[in-house]
Each structure stands twice: as C-alpha cells, then as structure tokens.
C-alpha cells in the first residue's frame, strides 16, 4: 500500500506509532488494529447494505430481539427505567423493543431506508435521528446507550463520543457488543475470520474501548460473553458477502433450519459515566 494511502494514526491511543503486520496496522500498546484492505477503500452505506443484511427480515429482527433480551437480562438492566438510545440500529426491530418497554427510547442512523423502516414498525418518526443530522440536545439525557455491532462503524469517534457525553445524565451507561481484536477467533483464522469485512475498518480490543471511553468519563463496569441467537438465513448472508453467491447457494443446499446461541470472536462490555 503507498505511503499516502496508510492511516495517519490509531483510533485507541493516538499517539503510538502503528505497528504494519501484513494486512493489519496495529497498536502496540491495546493491540486494536487498523485492517488495511478496509481501510483503502471508501465504503458505502447504501439502500443495499440493509437488504444485503437482511436488516427488514422479521425473522432474523425477533433473534436479534431475543438475544437483545438475554443481554439484558445478563447484565441485570430492566428497559423501563431507562431513557435509551441505539446507536445503528438497522432494521429497528430492537428499537421497536426498546420503545415498546424503555422510558424513552431514541434511535441513531445513518441509512435512510433503516429509519424509515424504524418509523414504519411504530418508533416515532420525531424520535429518530440521522447520524449525520442529530441534534445538538436530544429532548431528554439519555441514562442508557446501545450499540450493538454499530460502534466499529462509526466514522468519527471522539467528535460523537464528546456529543454522547453532552447528551448523557450523570450516571449514563453506554453497552457496547463488537467484534473483540485480541479474540482466539481472531488470531486463530486470522484473514479468514468473519469479520473482517470492507465495512469495519478498525478492531477494537476491549482495552482500546477502555482508554478511548475513559477520555469521556465513562469507566467499564461489567463485561459479558454475548452469544447471539443465528438462523440458517443469518448464516447464508453472511457466507454471501465474504465468499460470493455460488458459496451462499451451496449452504442454502446442504443446511438444515436452524436456530442457535454463538459467539465467533465479540465482545461485550458495559460503561458507566463517572461521577464529577
């Protein structure tokens, strides 16, 4: 890769000098790393990207509601005493959950089709964001944030982070699930684990989340292994963006209906807002 086309620094701790191992760009200090081949090419977020992830599937949108749930449950934290927000929410089927059960709950996108969606399943339109288009104050200080599988594609961390922080009350909590960068998963399949994707440009590791949330004054509190609820359909459309359509097409051929609990390499952390 030329010179001019390298990241100029790491995500997690700025001022470290980025160690280049083949296809990874890493920090010597947490072990976060840039994927090189991601990050050489501009990456759109298109109307395709939902259909693509089966984003309005109400089959794949009640797993992720059900794994949403034993999260929760894991960590202790009942919806309704909390004013919510979800970061990234894709189809929005947790979103409906969450506004079905929380106090209030906000929802931030970045692809038109996933907010209209959203509205359409019964979150209130004024209650839904464009990332790019947010607030400066959201009507009330949010005490709970979700993002799941949402935080590695945020563009830019800290500008949002600091908005996060504004919009926070004073013992907010931000839950994070994402793909962990020192994962067994990872080091194991190394180039072929699942998710590097030309859409996650940066792996956090769980002590990169660390030191950039504690710029903002959030510590962590809690961590969990959070093991999610798959389909068949879940499968095959992942299988389809990493290999190709004629890989997709022979899992479609060979494997049964299914629906189980798996972690391939995320992790799961809670944070908590200092007190000042």
């Known amino acids: 890769m030329p010179p001019d086309q390298l990241p100029p620094c790491l995500l997690c701790h700025p001022a470290r000098l980025i160690v280049f191992r083949g296809w990874q760009g890493v920090c010597p200090e947490c072990g976060s790393f840039w994927d ?7 990456y759109l977020y ?37 004013v919510v927000c979800e970061v990234g929410f894709g189809g929005g089927y947790c979103l ?38 947010r607030p400066v104050a959201l009507p009330a200080a949010v005490s709970f944030w979700v993002f799941q599988d949402s935080f590695e594609h945020i563009p830019a961390h800290r500008p949002f982070l600091k908005w996060m922080a504004q919009n926070s ?8 699930v994402a793909p962990d960068a020192r994962s067994l998963s990872r080091l194991l399949l190394r180039r ?8 996650h440009t940066f792996h956090w590791s769980k002590a990169g989340l660390r030191a950039l949330l504690s710029e ?13 609820a798959i389909s068949k359909r879940m499968v095959i459309s992942h299988a389809e963006l990493a290999c190709g359509p004629a890989c997709a097409r022979l899992l479609a051929s060979v494997l049964p209906e299914f629906t189980t609990w798996f972690n391939l390499g995320e992790l799961g952390l809670l944070f908590q807002r200092r007190s000042a």
């Open 216 to 228: 903002f004054g959030f510590s962590l509190v809690r961590q969990i292994r959070p093991t999610k």
């Open 36 to 42: 090189l081949r991601a990050y050489s090419r501009e």
């Open 192 to 199: 072929l684990w699942p998710h590097r994707s030309l859409d």
């Open 46 to 82: 298109d109307e395709q990207y939902p259909q693509q992830r089966g984003h309005f599937d109400p089959r794949v949108g009640s797993l992720k509601v059900e794994t949403l749930r034993r999260w929760l449950d894991q960590l202790g934290l009942l919806p309704e005493q909390y």
């Open 169 to 176: 009350s004073a013992d907010s909590m931000a839950f994070i």
């Open 96 to 133: 409906q959950y969450l506004h079905q059960t929380a106090r209030t709950a906000f929802g931030i996108e970045t692809i038109p089709q996933n907010l209209a969606h959203a509205a359409a399943l019964g979150v209130p339109a004024e209650r839904l964001y464009n990332y790019d288009r």
